[in-house]
């Protein structure tokens, strides 16, 4: 059985085809180097026949017997015909027993077959033959034996089966090595696509050593695999978290209703409780939309509204729409503009993203403190930064308090449902911006914005990044 998977595999296949497309072109190759050299071959041997024939009709008659003679002697391969004949065909001299009839005597080269005499026998064989009529009737014929091409022939298949089948055999090797090798890889990967399946999330594919398509694959699913993990594990507590932070606001609204309904012997009480009770749905309804808002941001629902936005102006107005809520705290807030920039995304979420930070620095900042806004530019960036002089963010809570409903112990009695930074990061994300969280003591909280056309590629990646999340999460 996993002979038969090994040799239907594709790598196989393919180093099979490759294995004969090679095969078939070195074929080619040898047939094309033997047709090219027996060509050459024959028009040598046509040449040097017409030189030889023009040579011995030159010769005075007298002289052409013995010169045909010395010719044949000096042929110690017996490669050579040659032949003298009267007007009437009778040989006069050489080894060809008669003219062929076949044979023109205009002087062109040709193949003929050619009786050749040698102790009595007779040899016909096909040879090149110059026939040529001479002055007084007599016609001389010369020859030549192209056995030649056969050896050839012989050499090239010789060289062919040399060559070619060790060539064929070790490209079968080549595919039967990569097919076993590609059959491993596989069912490692699918090994461990099983165990993730089971409910073995921090399982990942194996990349190797190599920097192939292979392993550039699995280190693409690995990221993605790393990306389904986080938010598996934020899913796993959100519905824990959500019924933790709604219960304790509707258990207050519960016991102020029942109490009233007991206790309350005037309107003013009954009113007083009602007031409690109205505060306490306020609460919880206000973690429902932050809710609802998030899965609209992380839903990738508000990139159809991007457009220029000035960022100076949102500083500004988070500033004006804050600043008597700060002075009620006791608390100084100002805002540093460095030059006015514009940067491509949604102008209502950004104004969202800046106004949070400064919610939270105004609400964890003591009276007495301060918190300003600044805005930096250079060529290609812009630089939003919230700080204060609150407790700030240790380093061990950077991660913790970008995720759903986290709060710190130290911040329990501060008013809240935890979703402010979630929503803050959900919207930088959207962006394709950066949110960086400044070391304690004090607070500092940075946004890392793209302008211009980087701003806009950014964008258009984020956007294909979210698409994807959403299909693989659909």
Same mark, same amino acid.
């Given at each position: 059985?996993?002979?038969i998977?090994l040799i239907r595999s594709g790598?196989f296949?393919?180093a099979?085809a @490759?294995a004969a497309?090679f095969?078939l ?6 047939a094309f180097i033997y047709?090219?050299?027996?060509d050459y071959?024959i028009?040598?041997?046509d040449?040097m ?5 023009h ?5 005075p ?6 010169t ?10 017996g @490669?050579q015909?040659a032949?003298?004949?009267?007007a ?5 001299a050489g080894?060809?027993?008669r ?10 080269a040709q193949?003929?077959r050619l009786?050749?005499?040698?102790n009595?026998?007779v ?6 033959a110059?026939g040529?009529r001479?002055d007084?009737?007599?016609v001389?014929?010369?020859g ?11 050499v ?5 089966a040399?060559?070619?089948?060790p ?15 590609a ?6 990967v699918?090994q461990?696509?099983?165990?993730i399946v ?7 594919l194996?990349?190797?050593k190599t ?5 550039r694959?699995?280190?693409i699913?690995n ?14 507590g959100v ?5 933790h ?7 207050r609204?519960?016991?102020a209703l029942e109490?009233?309904?007991t206790?309350a012997?005037?309107l003013?009480e ?8 109205i ?11 932050a809710?609802l808002r ?6 990738n629902r ?15 107005? @988070?500033?004006d729409?804050y600043?008597p809520?700060?002075?009620d705290k006791?608390i100084g807030l100002?805002?540093?503009i460095?030059?006015n ?5 949604d102008?209502d979420?950004?104004?969202e993203?800046?106004?949070n930070l ?11 403190g301060r918190v ?5 530019a250079?060529?290609g960036?812009?630089?939003v ?8 963010i ?6 913790a308090?970008l995720?759903?409903f ?6 329990r009695?501060?008013?809240g449902?935890g979703?402010?930074l979630?929503?803050?990061?959900a919207i ?6 950066r949110?960086?969280i ?9 946004i890392l914005?793209w ?8 964008s ?14 659909g």
């Amino acid at each position: 059985m996993y002979q038969i998977q090994l040799i239907r595999s594709g790598t196989f296949l393919w180093a099979l085809a @490759v294995a004969a497309a090679f095969a078939l072109f070195v074929v080619g190759l040898f047939a094309f180097i033997y047709w090219k050299l027996n060509d050459y071959l024959i028009a040598r041997t046509d040449r040097m026949i017409i030189t030889q024939i023009h040579f011995i009709a030159n010769l005075p008659p007298a002289r052409r017997v013995s010169t045909i003679a010395d010719h044949l002697v000096q042929d110690s391969r017996g @490669v050579q015909y040659a032949g003298l004949f009267d007007a009437a065909g009778t040989r006069l001299a050489g080894n060809i027993d008669r003219v062929p009839r076949e044979l023109g005597l205009d002087g062109a080269a040709q193949a003929v077959r050619l009786g050749r005499i040698e102790n009595s026998a007779v040899d016909g064989r096909v040879v090149r033959a110059v026939g040529r009529r001479l002055d007084g009737g007599d016609v001389l014929v010369m020859g030549r034996n192209v056995d030649e091409t056969r050896e050839i022939s012989s050499v090239v298949g010789e060289a062919l089966a040399l060559g070619l089948l060790p060539a064929f055999s070790l490209c079968l090797m080549a595919g039967v090595w990569l097919s076993v090798r590609a059959q491993k890889r596989v069912e490692e990967v699918n090994q461990r696509v099983q165990r993730i399946v089971a409910g073995e999330l921090r399982e990942r594919l194996p990349e190797g050593k190599t920097d192939d398509s292979f392993a550039r694959l699995a280190r693409i699913v690995n990221g993605m695999l790393d990306e389904m993990e986080t938010m598996i594990n934020a899913l796993a507590g959100v519905g824990n978290d959500i019924a933790h932070d709604l219960r304790t606001p509707l258990t207050r609204v519960r016991l102020a209703l029942e109490r009233g309904r007991t206790h309350a012997t005037t309107l003013e009480e009954l009113q007083e409780i009602t007031d409690k009770a109205i505060a306490g749905i306020d609460q919880s309804l206000a973690i429902v939309t932050a809710l609802l808002r998030l899965t609209e941001i992380e839903n990738n629902r508000r990139m159809a509204g991007f457009g220029d936005v000035a960022l100076d102006e949102i500083l500004r107005e @988070v500033c004006d729409v804050y600043e008597p809520i700060a002075e009620d705290k006791r608390i100084g807030l100002g805002v540093v503009i460095d030059r006015n920039v514009q940067v491509w995304g949604d102008r209502d979420l950004l104004f969202e993203a800046v106004a949070n930070l400064v919610d939270n620095a105004i609400k964890f900042t003591p009276p007495g403190g301060r918190v300003e806004l600044g805005l930096e530019a250079e060529d290609g960036t812009a630089l939003v930064r919230v700080s204060d002089t609150g407790p700030g963010i240790s380093e061990q809570e950077r991660e913790a308090v970008l995720r759903r409903f986290y709060r710190s112990d130290k911040m329990r009695n501060t008013p809240g449902v935890g979703l402010g930074l979630s929503l803050v990061a959900a919207i930088v994300k959207l962006h394709a911006f950066r949110l960086i969280i400044g070391p304690a003591p004090g607070g500092r909280i940075e946004i890392l914005a793209w302008t211009g056309r980087a701003g806009k590629s950014a964008s258009r990646r984020s956007r294909t990044l979210l698409d994807a999340e959403a299909d693989q999460m659909g």
